[in-house]
């Protein structure tokens, strides 16, 4: 099997390396695909070192042509960041002038990476078509993962979406029910990055009302949210819920001080020079500061599966509603808990929502409706329209002003505001 990673000279592509190097038999191909050249040849040395170490045989190579890269790939995973940390420190800044939360995928920072980020995967994925064997599949990892999934799917992809928020909490469980990862089956759902975990099965029992009892206080701190508020919901919520369950907090929190796009810059640096050490086999613990824990097996996972070589594994996904909520159109992205084989994700049952979840995340997916048109056809006033659709902006004058300050701050990357 062929693998083609877009933003191979990402200083995460170690970690995804590394599960590759551990759990994937299947790979005889792996290739790492990036316009930065310099950095690219440091990520794919060390890369290489890797799977030596590991004594994996895939064939591991990288290059600047992304036509060269993908072509007679199997799959190709999608990884891009457009603009690099500078954007992404950016739409962690600006929106906080207007009193809302500086966070690269939510809210307006959210649909300021969505609008620049849309046209290059879209550009991606059709010379993918071309290129790729027929049947190729491509997973994106790309954030915000909902809005560019649906629109991969919309031109005709054959794509899913990839989150590994699910998996971080499927270990935690795990490790505190003391059974072992696969043991456990989550109620997984909503929106990327809009997410609860409603049940947490093992041989068929929801053991998350005694996790709910037990580890309270260790769960809630995970997310970053009170107590109180997992009691009350009985469920747990994504960490990015805390953006929206105490939104004000971390707009206080976050004025003045560095942003996340700032350290992970300075990550960066520090990762790959350490990279470029020849006698670097293994990837370092700082790597774990970079974000993304469980990254690698998620997508080896989900890779395996949709190749058959796993078909009974459950993944969280993105893909269709196709009525699985029905308070939402079949043609939304939605995030769910999916057994994968070669015909790809057949979501998992899911018990009824209560209103709270239903209503929050209809008013979010009508605002991701926004944003890709946004996206997709450009111009301020959609740009305004989506931000005055978000639930975490939602007045009219905040909406008009984050609308300026978005369209300035991403122009270089917005072809329709040049």
């Known amino acids: 099997m062929k693998i083609a990673v877009i933003g191979g000279g990402s200083t995460y592509t170690p970690e ?197 009892s037990s580890h309270l206080d260790s769960l809630a701190a995970s997310v970053d949210l009170p107590p109180r508020v997992l009691s009350l919901l009985g469920n747990v919520p994504s960490y990015y819920l805390s953006y929206f369950y105490d939104h004000d907090r971390h707009v206080r929190e976050s004025q003045g001080a560095p942003t996340r796009g700032q350290r992970v810059a300075e990550l960066e640096a520090t990762l790959l020079e350490m990279y470029r050490s020849p006698s670097l086999v293994e990837k370092p613990a700082l790597l774990a500061e970079r974000g993304g824990a469980y990254y690698s097996e998620a997508a080896v996972g989900l890779i395996a599966s949709l190749h058959g070589y796993d078909d009974a594994a459950v993944h969280s996904v993105n893909v269709r509603n196709e009525g699985t909520l029905p308070f939402l159109p079949d043609e939304s992205v939605i995030e769910v808990s999916a057994r994968a084989s070669v015909s790809g994700p057949e979501v998992l049952p899911l018990n009824p929502l209560p209103p709270d979840l239903s209503g929050l995340i209809s008013h979010v997916s009508g605002y991701e409706e926004l944003a890709l048109d946004a996206a997709l056809r450009g111009g301020r006033d959609r740009v305004y329209h989506a931000l005055l659709a978000h639930p975490l902006i939602g007045q009219h004058d905040r909406a008009d002003r984050l609308a300026d300050k978005l369209i300035a701050s991403g122009r270089a990357h917005l072809a329709w505001a040049r």
Request: hydrophobic residues 45%.
């Open 16 to 212: 995804l390396v590394d599960g590759f190097a551990r759990l994937g038999s299947m790979v005889t191909e792996l290739v790492l695909i990036d316009p930065a050249a310099p950095r690219l040849e440091i990520v794919g040395a060390f890369a290489a070192r890797i799977l030596t170490e590991f004594g994996h045989p895939a064939k591991l190579w990288w290059t600047t042509d992304l036509d060269a890269g993908v072509t007679d790939a199997d799959v190709v995973l999608i990884q891009l960041r457009v603009g690099g940390q500078q954007a992404r420190i950016a739409d962690e800044t600006f929106p906080l002038d207007c009193g809302c939360v500086g966070q690269e995928t939510t809210g307006a920072g959210g649909l300021a990476k969505a609008l620049r980020t849309v046209p290059v995967a879209l550009d991606v994925a059709a010379r993918v078509r071309r290129r790729a064997r027929p049947g190729a599949w491509i997973i994106d990892f790309t954030n915000p993962v909902g809005i560019v999934t649906r629109a991969l799917l919309d031109a005709g992809h054959r794509a899913v979406g990839l989150c590994n928020v699910a998996i971080g909490f499927q270990r935690r469980f795990a490790e505190h029910l003391r059974v072992t990862p696969p043991e456990v089956t989550l109620e997984h759902v909503g929106l990327n990055h809009l997410t609860w975990e409603r049940a947490a099965y093992v041989d068929g029992v929801d053991r998350l009302p005694s996790l709910l």
